[in-house]
């Protein structure tokens, strides 16, 4: 039988690009600081968090006068993300928020376990799971409050495909894929949306991050590779946002052309 729904989409039900808020964490840079640009692009007010100054200031001055609210403060610091986003912090103007992009993360090393800095180990964690759940459980409440909201969480491959040297980076972001999907259960029926990116290779300051700044290693990564852009992640998370509003897009993979699947390796004695 041929069904007589409506093909109009109800306004309701409209893609709500370029109507509202958005907090994105570690805009500084790489994923942050492109897809800042690509909401500002698209008519959104920005709340865009991190930790240096200087770049927050001078990404509030590119993006316009009143549509970029800078909040300096380190995701690890529990006590600061709530102090940042206090009512008696947060303008009234900007309290209702109605996107998050949790992009705030970092790895460090590719030394085996069994060789790798402790206090790496610990980074990751406080800042990949620990920050994400801290801004996380600020900015929640609100938007069940409101009836809508949207969290995105910035997880990656290495959470599904294990590599050398990936151990807790890709254990990190392992939690971020099964913490999404804990949300989209916690929330369900109360109309906030949750969606997991996972990008693959990517260029970006992550790898100058990654090898404690070693430009050359860092370039030597991506040579000759085509690797994803922070434009292509951006515009991956803008996708996923402006569907309408009875869509939930739960988990976006993304690699370059270039980069696939290996066969698992067997040690032969």
Same mark, same amino acid.
């Given at each position: 039988?041929?069904?007589?729904?409506?093909?109009?989409?109800?306004?309701?039900?409209?893609?709500?690009?370029?109507?509202?808020?958005?907090?994105?964490?570690? %805009?500084?840079?790489?994923?942050?600081? +492109? @897809?800042? !640009? =690509?909401?500002? %692009?698209?008519?959104?007010?920005?709340? +865009? @968090?991190? !930790? =240096?100054?200087?770049?927050?200031?001078?990404?509030?001055?590119?993006?316009?006068?009143?549509?970029?609210?800078?909040?300096?403060?380190?995701?690890?610091?529990?006590?600061a993300v709530q102090a940042a986003f206090s009512q008696s912090n947060l303008p009234e103007a900007w309290r209702a928020v109605d996107v998050l992009?949790?992009?705030?993360?970092?790895?460090?090393?590719?030394?085996?376990?069994h060789r790798c800095s402790l206090d790496d180990w610990t980074t990751m964690v406080d800042t990949n799971i620990k920050g994400l759940l801290h801004v996380t459980r600020a900015l929640l409440p609100g938007m069940v409050e409101r009836g809508r909201g949207h969290v995105v969480n910035l997880g990656s491959i290495t959470g599904t495909y294990a590599y050398p040297g990936a151990n807790v980076y890709g254990g990190t972001k392992a939690f971020v894929m099964q913490f999404s999907r804990g949300l989209r259960a916690d929330l369900h029926g109360t109309g906030v949306r949750v969606t997991n990116i996972e990008p693959g290779l990517a260029?970006?300051?992550?790898?100058?991050?990654?090898?404690?700044?070693?430009?050359?290693?860092?370039?030597?990564?991506?040579?000759?590779?085509?690797?994803?852009?922070p434009q292509d992640i951006a515009d991956a998370i803008a996708w996923a946002v402006s569907c309408p509003a009875h869509v939930n897009v739960s988990r976006i993979e993304v690699m370059p052309t270039s980069q696939s699947f290996g066969a698992l390796p067997v040690h032969r004695a």
């Open positions: 039988m041929t069904s007589t729904a409506a093909t109009t989409r109800p306004a309701s039900v409209q893609p709500a690009s370029g109507v509202g808020i958005v907090c994105i964490t570690g %805009a500084t840079a790489g994923f942050g600081a +492109a @897809t800042a !640009r =690509r909401f500002a %692009a698209d008519g959104w007010r920005i709340i +865009a @968090t991190g !930790r =240096r100054q200087d770049r927050l200031d001078a990404l509030a001055a590119e993006l316009g006068d009143g549509n970029c609210l800078p909040l300096c403060f380190d995701v690890r610091d529990g006590d992009v949790n992009n705030a993360g970092l790895a460090l090393g590719l030394e085996p376990a260029e970006s300051e992550f790898s100058m991050v990654r090898f404690g700044g070693d430009a050359d290693r860092a370039a030597k990564l991506y040579e000759g590779a085509s690797a994803l852009h």
